[in-house]
């Protein structure tokens, strides 16, 4: 069964942001896609639930907030 979290992210100014942003958050466990826009709008698709915690993790550290 796949489990879709939405969320947006602030401070996405381009592409390379968008790849940093799918890397960063494609290695939690249980991720199977993420999808990010340029205007923060974001998806990930994972086989269990997906915490917004988790992907705060996952990005601390970048300029990339979890609103």
């Known amino acids: 069964m796949n489990i879709t ?3 947006s992210v602030s401070g996405i100014t381009c592409e390379a942001c968008l790849k ?7 290695v939690i466990a249980g991720v199977k ?4 826009s340029l205007s923060g709008n974001a998806s990930v698709i994972a086989d269990r639930t997906i915490e917004i915690i988790e992907i705060t993790k996952a990005l601390e550290g970048t300029d990339y907030k979890v609103n």
Do not use: E, Y
């Open 5 to 7: 979290t939405n969320f």
């Open 20 to 26: 940093l942003i799918k890397r960063r958050v494609g």
């Open 33 to 36: 896609d993420i999808n990010v």
